[in-house]
């Protein structure tokens, strides 16, 4: 029991050292891609800025097989991302609860509407969470893993986000428009 607690003690440490890390961008001149060099007392990792345009398409996400979070072998209409959301994005604002018989909305489309999170805020948690995704192990290619694509979810656009995170048959939009924030939706589409 002692070295459970001992374990846990290590890991929280862990997880508050990595909260506290220097992140300062830099350009590599040979590959032209954007990273970001995190440095820590003891160590030091490049990780890859990952964008919207380099995220999984929704047709390379490796659905779940096993329908443990389903009920009875429900399979969902919508990809496990489509019904809640935890990680870095669930700081940004005030948890919204569920409403009612809106089942085809995106619960974090929604939450972003409420809190009117900025679509640059937004980015940067996607990019804790992608972090967080390589250093637990987990490929972003899983549907437990997928991270949300701000480019679609700013769209503001029901039908296009709910095209996009669909289980059978997702589609990715030829043509959209993304805006920086709620706010800034409303006012072009009074």
């Known amino acids: 029991m002692k070295k459970l607690f001992a374990l846990v003690l290590a890991m929280n440490a862990l997880l508050l050292s ?4 220097q992140g300062t961008k830099e350009t590599t001149s040979s590959t032209e891609e954007t990273m970001i ?3 820590t007392s003891a160590t030091e ?3 890859p ?5 380099q995220l999984p398409k929704p047709d390379e ?3 779940k097989d096993d329908h443990y979070a389903w009920y009875e072998g429900f399979v969902p209409k919508y990809r496990s991302i489509y019904f809640g959301f935890s ?3 669930g700081d940004l604002g005030e948890f919204v609860p569920i409403h009612g018989d809106k089942t085809d909305e995106m619960e974090m489309a929604n939450y972003v509407r409420y809190n009117n999170i900025r679509k640059e805020d937004f980015i940067a948690a996607v990019q804790k969470d992608y972090e967080l995704c390589l250093w ?4 972003i290619y899983d549907e437990g893993a997928e991270l949300p694509n701000p480019d679609i979810i700013y769209t503001f656009d029901n039908e296009i986000i709910n095209a996009y995170y669909r289980r059978e048959n997702p589609v990715v939009p030829e043509k959209y428009k993304t805006y920086e924030s709620y706010e800034e939706y409303l006012k072009a589409n009074p």
């Open 136 to 139: 637990r192990g987990e490929d």
């Open 49 to 53: 800025q990952i964008t919207p345009d």
């Open 61 to 63: 996400i490796r659905l």
């Open 87 to 89: 990680g870095t994005i």
């Open 37 to 39: 060099t995190v440095t």
């Open 45 to 47: 990792t490049t990780i």
């Open 18 to 21: 990595s909260c506290n890390q």
